[in-house]
């Protein structure tokens, strides 16, 4: 069946500091990956997805390329905030019938100023 | 436009008590999808819903759950009677299925105290 494996946290960075958060995954077919961001007290929101193989999504200074050959999508942002101190989440769907998405236990990042 | 309404933001109740949460998906989303969030647990799918019809609700704890979609534009998740291991943040996400679109976008949850 379907599996996201992230990288245990939690993370802690200075402000400034290059991020990377690994995740690997197993699944049938062609899958959609998907990172989701989660602050403290809020909803997962939707960071960014790739739908194909060498796509990278990007949104707010974060990307991810979706790398087949080593079933891998990690997250990446160059320089991280303070504000960027949230609970990340790797999530998969392997589309056709199944509308669920399979999420990764999550990574909880810290970024002291 | 709105996202995903959740209702109430916060539940306390006793032990045995019913307790509904209620969620409104963003108009025209053809999914609905109810988790749970605990730290012991993480994030678990309870039960989802395709145009109204219950697809999946392998994830649902027990009998003491229940969650209907009468329309598109309102679903319930009741428990009934409620326990103290019940406390949890419960989320409510939709999604627009078509193509190789499966994102869901998610209410700000309901955190549920059972006492």
């Known amino acids: 069946g379907d599996s996201v494996t992230q990288m245990e946290g939690p993370v802690t960075l200075s402000e400034e500091a290059f991020l990377t958060i690994n995740c690997t995954y197993t699944a049938t077919g062609y899958p959609s990956l998907f990172w989701y961001v989660q602050y403290p007290g809020e909803g997962l929101q939707l960071l960014l997805k790739a739908t194909k193989a060498d796509d990278k999504g990007s949104n707010k200074g974060f990307e991810a390329t979706y790398r087949k050959e080593t079933t891998s999508f990690h997250l990446e942002k160059g320089s991280v905030q303070v504000s960027d101190s949230a609970v990340y989440f790797c999530?998969?769907?392997?589309?056709?019938?199944?509308?669920?998405?399979?999420f990764g236990k999550g990574t909880l990042l810290t970024v002291n100023p | 436009d709105a996202g995903v309404i959740q209702s109430p933001r916060h539940e306390v109740t006793e032990m045995g008590q019913e307790v509904t949460l209620r969620c409104k998906p963003i108009?025209?989303?053809?999914?609905l999808f109810w988790y749970r969030q605990t730290m012991m647990r993480g994030l678990e799918l309870l039960i989802y819903?395709?145009?109204?019809?219950?697809?999946?609700d392998s994830g649902m704890p027990e009998d003491r759950f229940s969650a209907k979609m009468p329309n598109a534009s309102f679903s319930t998740l009741k428990i009934q009677p409620s326990e103290p291991r019940d406390s949890a943040v419960y989320f409510c996400a939709s999604s627009l299925v078509a193509g190789t679109s499966y994102e869901q976008y998610f209410g700000p949850g309901t955190r549920l105290t059972v006492t």
């Open positions: 108009s025209g989303h053809n999914s």
């Open positions: 999530a998969l769907n392997s589309g056709g019938s199944n509308y669920k998405l399979t």
């Open positions: 819903f395709n145009n109204n019809v219950p697809i999946d």
